[in-house]
Nanobody, 124 residues
Framework: VQLQASGGGLVQAGGSLRLSCAGS????????MGWFRQRPGKEREFVAA????????YYADSVKGRFTISRDNAKNTVYLQMNSLKPEDTAVYYC??????????????????WGQGTQVTVSS
């Protein structure tokens, strides 16, 4: 199983980035997917999650209204569109796949597979 995250980079505050996470070696279309981030000196935290069918999403309060999670099961890819970025969004962003059958969950321990992370840096 491999989850390959990409799309990170350096952006000014107020800007946008779109992260992608391509899955292989798993039945992607049957898995709920999540995005997490780890800010410098902090523990990994939940950002967003999306159900396997794509009809239900869940966001951390800190990103609600600014970030949008989506997926394309035909491409085995989940996305995180990040708008109105703030310096406090600076972090390494990880995608993760949950086992089949779970509801959307913000708990990192509920996710089975993890990508390698992509760095997002927002300058003020």
């Amino acid at each position: 199983v491999q989850l390959q995250a990409s799309g990170g980079g350096l952006v000014q505050a107020g800007g946008s980035l779109r992260l992608s996470c391509a899955g292989s070696g798993l039945t992607f279309s049957s898995r709920n997917m999540g995005w997490f981030r780890q800010r410098p000196g902090k523990e990994r935290e939940f950002v967003a999650a999306i159900m396997w069918i794509g009809d239900s999403t869940y966001y951390a309060d800190s990103v609600k209204g600014r970030f949008t999670i989506s997926r394309d099961n035909a491409k085995n890819t989940v996305y995180l569109q990040m708008n109105s970025l703030k310096p406090e969004d600076t972090a390494v962003y990880y995608c993760a796949a949950a086992p089949w059958g779970l509801p959307n969950t913000p708990r990192a321990k509920d996710y089975e597979y993890w990508g390698q992370g992509t760095q997002v840096t927002v300058s003020s």
